[in-house]
């Protein structure tokens, strides 16, 4: 029997399954044959943990890593970025700033508007998971004042199954100025994620090392 909490919240916001579940078809353009799954790796700068270096098809970009490096014992609240492989499940975005290349991802895509959150608290039946605001349990805000989500992939960490308290919210999306740290996420600058928006699938992996 399925549980309700796979598709909807306690205030009945139907989730978007293309980007919660991990068990589904593959996009349209894998069907059709027609792009080849990337192996995309993550591994900590020397000197700078909270720092990486991203690399694809023999290119290499800098990254931003969360405050607590990379750990292999991710927790909640930890600012660490999981050493795992992830595998992408779709795209955020803001429609008023959106990137041209955001048109060509293979992923499905949901815009960002006010009312939506990501519930963080380890304790609620929604952890890990989209929500709609107002929502009583702690969560962020997807619609930001900065652009750090302009672009937010949502990364498989922690969604099926979940586990209380092993992390939440851990996405690749846009890099603050400077590469500063994240709370976990991986940030790349505009330029890099418009590089790999068409090469991101379901089929993607993105392997974080140390």
Same mark, same amino acid.
């Given at each position: 029997m399925?549980?309700? #909490?796979?598709t909807?919240d306690h ?6 399954k293309?980007i +919660?579940?991990q068990?589904c078809g593959r996009?349209s353009a ?7 799954a ?8 020397p !000197?700078? *943990? ?13 990254c931003?890593?969360?405050?607590? !490096?990379? *750990?292999?014992l991710?927790?909640e609240g930890?600012?660490?970025t999981?050493l795992a ?5 779709g ?8 990137l041209?290349?955001?048109a ?6 949901t815009?960002?508007?006010a009312? +939506?959150?990501?519930?963080d #608290? @380890? ?6 998971r989209?929500?709609?605001?107002p929502?009583k349990a *702690?969560?962020?805000e997807?619609l930001r004042?900065d652009?750090?989500?302009?672009v ?16 939440s #919210?851990?996405?690749?999306?846009m890099?603050? @100025? ?7 996420c ?5 330029g890099?994620?418009?590089m ?9 992996? +993105?392997?974080?090392l140390?």
């Open positions: 399925r549980n309700k #909490a796979d909807k205030n009945g916001y139907l989730f978007d293309a +919660i579940l068990k996009d894998l069907r059709k044959g027609r792009r080849k990337p192996v995309i790796t993550v591994r900590a700068r !000197g700078n *943990s909270a720092q990486g270096l991203l690399s694809i098809d023999g290119r290499v970009f800098l931003a890593l969360g405050r607590g !490096g990379v *750990s292999a991710k927790r930890d600012g660490a999981p492989v992830l595998r992408p499940l795209v955020f975005h803001r429609p008023d700033r959106r041209p290349a955001i060509g991802t293979p992923l499905k895509t815009s960002i508007r009312g +939506i959150g990501w519930c #608290a @380890p304790g609620d039946p929604n952890y890990n989209p929500v709609r605001l929502y *702690s969560h962020e997807m004042g652009r750090l989500y302009d937010c992939v949502v990364l498989d960490w922690n969604i099926r199954p979940r586990r209380r308290g092993r992390g #919210a851990i996405f690749l999306h890099a603050r @100025p400077g590469m500063k740290p994240t709370e976990g991986i940030a790349v600058a505009p890099t994620m418009a790999l928006l068409p090469r991101l699938s379901r089929r993607a992996r +993105i392997v974080v140390r």
